[in-house]
């Protein structure tokens, strides 16, 4: 079992910055691959940023340019830093997790929430 715990979560001006962090625990030493996803009030919930095990990175566009997911392997930990941000935002930022388990399954993990509130 792989545990998820978020913070960073918080209230900014538009245009401002916050940093989450994501810290798993547990039987971690498999996890080949983490990311943010968030969901808005009466939205799907959608992946953000995603990083692989080599450090691949990937994003959704409406933050490319915008979010920076890196970790630190050492402390089991993932960031999304996001910059610029924006009304839009505003969500509910989840971390998840994904340990392989077998040929072609996995086990998911996901995070209780941070909330992510931008004002204007």
């Known amino acids: 079992q792989v545990q998820l715990v978020e913070s960073g979560g918080g209230l900014v001006q538009a245009g401002g910055s916050l940093r989450l962090s994501c810290t798993a625990s547990g039987d971690t030493f498999s996890i080949n691959a983490m990311a943010w996803h968030r969901q808005a009030p009466g939205q799907q919930r959608e992946l953000v940023a995603h990083?692989?095990?080599?450090?691949?990175?990937t994003y959704t566009d409406s933050v490319k340019g915008r979010f920076t997911i890196s970790r630190d392997i050492a402390k089991n930990t993932v960031y999304l830093q996001m910059n610029s941000l924006k009304l839009e935002d505003t969500a509910v930022y989840y971390c998840?997790?994904?340990?392989?388990?077998?040929?072609?399954?996995?086990?998911?993990?996901w995070g209780q929430g941070t909330q992510v509130t931008v004002s204007s």
């Open positions: 990083i692989t095990s080599d450090g691949t990175t």
């Open positions: 998840y997790a994904r340990q392989p388990v077998g040929t072609g399954i996995s086990r998911y993990y």
